[in-house]
């Protein structure tokens, strides 16, 4: 262990908050670091994060399970290799290479996915590897590239926030979600400036709101279209703006002509007098910000709903300028880096396209292969999961820092395809509810025990450092792969040094959208993170995105004419109330690691269902009472926790269990047709109060 602080990021989600890890009596406490984007500030997780590193359930070994119906048992890392090897092969002459899956995770760091990526396409030889990221900000993603040709978080650094006039929030509650970037929305407030956040919950994000509008789950396109149609018939539209920069707006006057202020009420059930007060603190301000994140972003219509926000921000000339723009707050810790470098079906590093063939052409030359050797496009996340096991599906899976069975929507299918298969691999820290059903279960090493870099939801590459030595043990994914790729004959063409892989990545994402060539480990350091793109060790980075011209063509911004349409499913008399999902402040993700953690397990230690005190009475279901939750995917037993903070037609449930709270065993997999993002946030439930001996 190293006796001197490390200056370091945090473990869990996209703001990644500068920290020091300071060694105390042989274990490692978090300290406070004044980094630009979190200034000292952590929220209850980053607080606890060294908790993890030495924690009595910390895998430490190998586990391995003879055949099927066996306990795992340990074993040395070369029969769990070997095992993972000889499966792999055998799947692959019996199926052929699509056979093998690879399923990721955005927390990797951007070292570990882009290997990740390569040890799929050229070890395996598989299209079919996707990542969790796809659950989180694929939408987003789809929506910027149509729009701006480029996706990429915020085009703009965290310090321009309080520069503007009025924010427009959508389905965010980063109060409780990412605590530390509140510093920035309450200097805007200190400044005079206003916001105003969309959310079916009064959430504390909400309550800090000049304004809130508490819409029905799924109507959050509706609402953009009629705040556009009032913008429009007030005469608010920049219309040099429009004229000057964008394309396509005629077409988008033609559609939300039809949503006037009554209609739309009635289909967001946001009264008209909010929507005109919200055009109008818009379309008035010489400043604004439109930023969506998961509320938004998590529907099967999620690309057309940011879609339809990006088109009110063009129309009221609220981006490309300083101190406007539209963009996507991030939720998992390397989200975005994640998918920059190939850890998604249909992408190769720096952002290039799996089915263009100049791009195969620059990767597979820095990759040392044949482009032709190249695998195409594969499944998306669920698809591949949905298909595990199936004539066509994948029959092998490798999956790692992911745990699909308590993230993935229709949970309980999904756990059923995974037990399908033929082999599971998991790589995980803990066992995790997903590498409970491995047959071999490979010990990873934690972020403090490793170096890598990760970008955060601005776009700035930061650099984690080594702050201890591994737990004996422990492997590296980086490691893992390196092992396995040289196990399958690969091995000339992969390093386990995150040094050397990210100047790979540097090489391979050159010339690329997310052109990475200009930055160093060195480079980071020196400056608090780089902005990419940086396409050479002279630039500067790019904190602020579309000032001059957008990523397109001919550097216009387009609008895309989009309709409002019924979520996946609705209520209807069988299941009569909407459900939607989402994190608590002290859990994250899964909770496979916070679940962990005695301070964050204490804050918050059950699942539990929001329901308003109306809607409760008229069930007879009190506070802390155990009521069952019905879709069409399954059942979910919670408590109630009564709050007049939710509509009185929605419930609420967090995501961090597993076991019989699940909650994704009752989401809709319906997916966006266009980024394949599941509807995590809205689906049709029945709710039931529960006998009490129950
Ligand atoms: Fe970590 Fe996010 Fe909390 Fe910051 S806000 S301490 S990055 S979990």
């Known amino acids: 262990m190293n006796t001197a602080a490390t200056a370091t990021h945090c473990p869990y989600c996209a703001l990644q908050c500068g920290m020091n890890l300071v060694p105390q009596d042989g274990l490692l406490t978090v300290a406070s670091r004044d980094f630009p984007t979190n200034k000292g500030g952590l929220c209850q997780k980053g607080w606890n994060a060294t908790e993890l590193l030495a924690h009595p359930e910390r895998l430490t070994t190998p586990l391995i399970r003879d055949h099927k119906g066996a306990d795992l048992r340990p074993v040395s890392w070369e029969v769990a290799l070997d095992r993972i090897a000889q499966e792999f092969q055998e799947c692959q002459e019996r199926y052929g290479h699509d056979a093998v899956g690879v399923f990721g995770g955005g927390g990797l760091t951007n070292e570990k996915a882009y290997l990740l990526g390569k040890f799929a396409r050229v070890a395996l030889r598989t299209p079919h590897i996707d990542y969790n990221g796809r659950f989180c900000m694929s939408s987003a993603a789809a929506a910027g590239n149509k729009a701006f040709g480029l996706d990429r978080g915020l085009p703009f650094p965290l310090e321009d926030i309080p520069g503007a006039e009025v924010i427009l929030l959508i389905g965010s509650n ?182 263009n063939p100049e791009h195969r052409a620059h990767i597979a030359a820095v990759w040392g292969i044949d482009a032709a050797d190249l695998p195409g ?222 301070a964050l397990r204490e804050a918050v230690r059950e699942p539990f269902v929001e329901i308003h005190p109306t809607l409760a009475s008229h069930f007879e279901i009190n506070e802390g009472d155990s009521v069952q939750l019905t879709t069409r995917r399954g059942t979910a037993e919670v408590k109630a926790r009564l709050t007049a903070a939710i509509r009185q037609d929605t419930l609420f449930v967090p995501f961090h269990w597993g076991g019989r709270g699940r909650a994704n065993l009752l989401t809709n997999p319906a997916l966006d047709p266009t980024s394949k993002m599941p509807e995590f946030k809205v689906c049709a439930v029945r709710l039931e109060k529960l006998a009490r001996h129950q």
Not at 425 to 436: P, R
Not at 528 to 549: K, N
């Open 174 to 355: 980063v109060a409780e979600t990412m605590p530390p970037i509140m510093q920035y929305f309450d200097e805007q407030k200190r400044r005079g400036g206003k916001l105003i956040v969309v959310d079916p919950r009064t959430t504390p994000t909400a309550k800090a709101a000049t304004l809130h509008l508490q819409n029905t789950p799924g109507t959050d396109l509706a609402l953009a279209n009629g705040l556009l149609h009032i913008a429009a018939r007030d005469r608010l539209l920049d219309k040099d703006f429009i004229q000057q920069r964008t394309g396509g707006y005629e077409e988008v006057r033609r559609v939300i002509a039809s949503y006037w202020p009554d209609r739309v009420e009635r289909m967001t059930g946001v009264p008209v007098q909010q929507m005109v007060e919200a055009a109008h603190l818009l379309g008035k301000a010489s400043t604004a910000m439109v930023l969506t994140a998961r509320g938004a972003e998590q529907q099967s219509k999620g690309t057309a709903t940011v879609l339809a926000f990006i088109n009110l921000a063009l129309a009221l000339g609220k981006v490309g300028k300083p101190h406007c723009g539209y963009g996507c707050i991030t939720g998992q810790g390397n989200g975005q880096g994640g998918r920059e470098h190939g850890q998604k079906a249909d992408q190769l590093p720096g952002y290039r396209k799996i089915d």
């Open 377 to 598: 496009s594969g499944r998306s996340a669920y698809e591949l999961l949905d298909t595990m096991g199936e004539a066509g599906g994948v029959r092998a899976l490798l999956v790692m820092a992911s745990n699909i069975v308590v993230s993935a929507p229709r949970a309980s299918h999904v756990q059923e395809r995974l037990d399908a298969l033929d082999f599971l691999v998991v790589s995980d820290l803990f066992l995790s509810e997903t590498a409970q059903r491995a047959d071999v279960v490979l010990p990873s090493t934690q972020w403090a025990e490793e170096e890598g870099t990760m970008t955060n939801l601005e776009g700035r590459v930061l650099l984690r450092q080594r702050a201890t030595t591994p737990a004996p043990g422990v492997w590296s994914d980086a490691q893992i792969l390196t092992a396995l790729a040289a196990r399958l004959g690969y091995g000339k063409f992969f390093t386990a040094e995150p040094v050397a892989i990210f100047e790979e990545l540097r090489r391979a994402s050159a010339g690329g959208l997310a052109d990475y060539s200009g930055i160093t480990y060195e480079r980071i350091k020196e400056k608090d993170g780089v902005f990419w793109p940086c396409p050479s060790p002279e630039h500067p980075g790019t904190p602020r995105l579309f000032l001059d011209r957008f990523a397109t063509e001919d550097g216009r911004a387009r609008f895309h004419p989009v309709r409002h349409q019924a979520a996946g499913e609705e209520p209807d008399d069988e299941y009569p109330l909407y459900l939607t999902t989402g994190r608590v402040m002290s859990h994250y993700q899964s909770g496979a690691q916070t679940r962990r953690v005695k």
